[in-house]
């Protein structure tokens, strides 16, 4: 009975604990805004004296910063080649050579650790190849690191432009349907939800307020991704000398030029994926063929006497 007893005020209790949180989750408390203002001033105070601090690095941002300031006296034009691509991968210079530098410090630094732990615990080891070998692995760690960020940079382009020529379609679709480019550029960067769409809806709106005509800014987002297609728009509209017509034809023209070129990319990936499935069932039918003439070329050697 006295267990009953218990479990049932316990119920209660918690029963009780359950409506309250219930009713102040209905009805929350009013804020206190002295207090609250007072925290978002310390927030604010706390957020200044962090910017008027210089950022602590570790002893690796130290190293990676170092690498930058050599790389931007000696080799600017590495730096400046390494931008668009690390712009359009949406990466920072920074944290991307803070990696490249670590993967080259472990796999430099890994072979002369390993050769001095087998030293230290008494095998007869050599220690003059292994600052050899870690040159070369940390070598081969920021090679493929680069290769690595050009063939990214590369299928962000492909996209980049894929969506391109279909934002340039909707432009002259709309621009065909008797709007001008003033109204169809932004309007048709409104129907795209991709991260293409977005960047040409705000460099467009963005374009006013920095004093620079639309095709402008389209031409410095080319230049900034290296991309060959926004650049040579700006070009050719910069050509039609603001002519409703003439631009409207420049458009049109160029969805033109990039629909076919997206359409003979299209074609030449469907051809090389034939080509690859061709050569794989030829492999398969030559592997098929030799499990099945195996047994039986077996059994004719044996039947010869054959060892």
Known sequence: MNHATTGVMVLGALLALGLLQLRWLLFPPAPDLVSEIDQW???RERSTERVGTPQQLSPLGRLTRWVVDLLRTHRPDFLDGLAPDLAITQRDLQSWLTRVTGLALGFGLAPIVLVLGR?????????????VVGLILGVAAVVLSIR???TQASRAREEYTQALSTYLDLVAMSMEAGQGHAQALPAASQIGTRRVFDEIRTAIELAPSRGITAWEALGQLGERYRIAELISLRASIELAQDDGARVKASLIARAKTMRASRLAGAVERANKATESMRQLTMVAAMLAAVYIAAPYILALRSAAGAP
């Not at 030293?119 to 600052?131: F, K, T």
């Open 119 to 131: 030293r230290l615990r008494g095998d007869d080891v050599s220690v003059q190849w292994a600052p």
């Open 41 to 43: 001033r310390r927030g």
């Open 148 to 150: 690595d960020l050009r």
